[in-house]
């Protein structure tokens, strides 16, 4: 493990589990940003659909919002913490996190509220882009690499955990699952104890050799995230419309697809550091791609309950794959002065395809009249992807095993 200097202390300071845990635990606050309000969306729209113009609109913008607003203030807040510093802004958007997190519970307007999504929203790409640079930053090679695949871990379990807990406090009132989000004020006295400032995040601007990019990893992680985010969204999105229009109505049923598409996407996370190992970052481009396209065919083609969760499953298990597989090349390839920024773009193609996901399908069932076909469509350009990164990858593969046998005879 490499050591980094802090900022304020001259020793060189080593990174061990502790910072990983509050990293892993202040990461884990993205995901609780929509998780812990969707069950309500109902009993919100019950609330203000009678007296609010437009309710059918807005409503879906209390979790729909802050993506937005996660991936148009993302980079402005990568910006920041290569300007002021990771931890200082950490610890700011914590607060402005817990404190916009937890207002709607006391307001009456919802025009206001979406409003006040929108802040949460900005709050939150804060928060996630100092993680993510953070372990940027402290870590490298192979220990960075796990540290990704916690990450990404850690929030699929605390998804899943307030979905479920959010869901049940909000059976007496929509107000009650937003107070939940007071929670992350008690990580901030272990931020301002635990973490530190890297050294390196500080260098100065005229040392060009400091914050030189590689341009190529950077744009291809981006557009990779943002396509891959469209594939990975119709599933929870469009599975539901799907399966209603096979007559299953039950909430409890739906509720089941979508819990199994989550544990298909843990277990893809998990599987990422061997599958990464033994065919690559390119392999596993190719293979996510491939199962995210099977799972879209499979969706497309269902009949019943039983061929949706098939689909659901070999769907979560490319989704599984995709953020770490994505992240790790951008991280790898940007300067430690440039960091914040280069993953603040990253963070921000990563909601933008969420955001947009919806309205890709829209578009696509617009012009063909017909959901399924869209997914289709979708489906097709995933494995023409996957076949593209196939055949990259046996290209990179084979000019290094002709430079090893190359280097091994001269």
């Known amino acids: 493990m490499n050591p980094l200097r802090s900022d304020s202390a001259s020793p060189r300071q080593a990174t061990g589990r502790r ?33 609010q113009s437009h309710a059918d609109m ?38 402005l996190y817990a404190v916009l997190g937890a207002l709607p519970a006391v307001l009456d307007n919802l025009p206001t509220i979406v409003g006040i999504r929108l802040l949460f929203g900005a709050a939150e790409a804060a928060v996630m882009t100092c993680c993510a640079t953070l372990i940027a930053d402290y870590w490298h090679g192979e220990e960075r690499m796990r540290y990704i695949n916690r990450q990404v871990v850690t929030i699929g379990l605390v998804g899943a955990l307030f979905f479920v807990v959010g869901g049940a406090m909000g059976e007496h009132s929509w107000r009650q699952p937003f107070l939940l989000y007071l929670l992350p004020l008690l990580l901030v006295p272990v931020m301002m104890k635990v ?52 007559g299953v109505t039950s909430s409890t049923m739906i509720g089941l697809s979508a819990g199994l598409s989550l544990l298909a996407t843990l ?4 599987a990422w550091p ?55 090349p951008v991280m790898n390839a940007l300067s430690a002065r440039t960091r914040g920024r280069g993953l603040g773009g990253f963070t921000s193609c990563l909601y933008f395809g969420q955001f947009v996901s919806p309205l890709v399908v829209a578009l696509l069932s617009a012009r063909s009249g017909d959901l399924r076909l869209s997914i289709q469509w979708l489906a ?12 990259a990858g046996l290209q990179a593969r084979r000019k290094a095993a002709t430079r090893t046998f190359g280097s091994s005879h001269s």
């Open 58 to 95: 807005l409503v879906p913008l209390v979790v729909t919002g802050p993506a937005l607003a996660i991936a148009v203030c993302a980079p402005l807040a990568g910006w920041l913490a290569d300007r002021v510093g990771r931890k200082n802004l950490l610890i700011l958007a914590t607060l």
């Open 195 to 246: 973490l530190w400032e890297p050294a390196a995040s500080r260098q100065p601007v005229d040392r060009p050799e400091e914050g030189r990019v590689a341009i190529l990893p950077v744009v291809i992680g981006y557009l990779l995230i943002l396509c891959g985010m469209i594939l990975s969204f119709v599933v929870p999105i469009q599975a539901p419309i799907l399966l209603v229009g096979l």
């Open 267 to 270: 277990g893809g996370s998990l």
């Open 380 to 391: 097709f350009a995933s494995v023409v992807s996957a076949l593209v990164w196939a055949l």
């Open 19 to 51: 910072e990983g845990l509050v990293l892993m635990l202040g990461s884990s606050l993205t995901i609780m940003g929509a998780v812990m309000v969707a069950p309500v969306l109902p009993k919100l729209g019950a609330e203000f659909g009678p007296l």
């Open 274 to 328: 061997l599958l990464r190992r033994r065919i690559g970052i390119a392999g596993c481009n190719a293979l996510l791609l491939t199962l995210l396209g099977l799972g879209l065919w499979l969706l497309m083609r269902g009949q019943s309950y039983n061929a949706v969760l098939l689909a659901v499953l070999i769907h979560g298990l490319g989704a599984g794959l995709l953020v770490p597989n994505a992240m790790a």
